[in-house]
């Protein structure tokens, strides 16, 4: 078995992104705006929400960005450079709150995560959420059983698209690069997984990106993970 190990990406992999975190950013855009719909739209418009597609872009702020990478920015257009660390902390509590609530798993998620782990391979989550947000939006499906491995951006490996997931993953689960393989929607998935050498990059398409984005540089494009199994 060549392929010995996967590392999922979460939100727009795991979870349908858009279904998942429209309600999220909704949120904290209108709470930092002041109640201001108009100016929560801006926040949401100028950082990659479209909203006359009614989604997310890929490789945008809000489809790959981390919650400080996200408070620099709405600081800045705020006008509250000196907030950052308060909107940043702010923004953590809100994703921990409500990720569980509104996470939308991807169709025959637990199916299909039990197939690859049954067949003996080892599993992980690498993503731009925190590591207490891997458990907060994945806990309701009773799948965290299954991985071996959870990294968020405040995991202490870096983040996308650096290498230091995929080789943190390797190093836990005594695995080569060449014998890994990178699941993701976004570009930033993908470019961490040639970062790593990983030997196979997968992109999906439940996420932000279209089969054109993730064609220039995926291995591989699948509607989504379910096919994961049979393509290994």
Request: net charge negative; charged share 25%.
């Amino acid at each position: 078995m060549k392929y010995q190990g996967v590392l999922f990406d979460k939100d727009g992999t795991l979870l349908d992104f858009n279904r998942t975190w429209l309600p999220i950013y909704r949120f904290a855009a209108l709470e930092f705006a002041d109640g201001d719909s108009w100016l929560a739209d801006q926040l949401l418009e100028q950082h990659g929400f479209d909203s006359g597609r009614h989604r997310f872009l890929g490789g945008s702020l809000l489809a790959a960005g981390n919650n400080r990478q996200i408070a620099d920015a709405w600081a800045a257009q705020l006008d509250k450079q000196d907030r950052v660390e308060s909107i940043s902390t702010r923004l953590h509590d809100i994703f921990h709150d409500l990720g569980a609530k509104h996470a939308v798993p991807v169709d025959q998620l637990s199916d299909t995560l039990r197939e690859l782990k049954q067949s003996g391979r080892k599993l992980g989550v690498a993503t731009a959420d925190s590591h207490q947000g891997i458990i907060n939006t994945l806990q309701s499906f009773d799948v965290l059983n299954e991985f071996d491995f959870l990294a968020g951006y405040d995991s202490g490996h870096g983040v996308k698209p650096e290498a230091g997931m995929v080789l943190a993953f390797c190093a836990q689960t005594t695995l080569h690069p060449d014998n890994v393989v990178v699941v993701g929607d976004n570009r930033h998935d993908i470019e961490m997984g040639r970062n790593a050498s990983a030997g196979l990059c997968v992109g999906v398409l439940t996420g932000t990106s279209s089969r054109i984005d993730l064609e220039s540089i995926a291995d591989i494009v699948l509607d989504d993970i379910s096919a994961l199994a049979d393509v290994l």
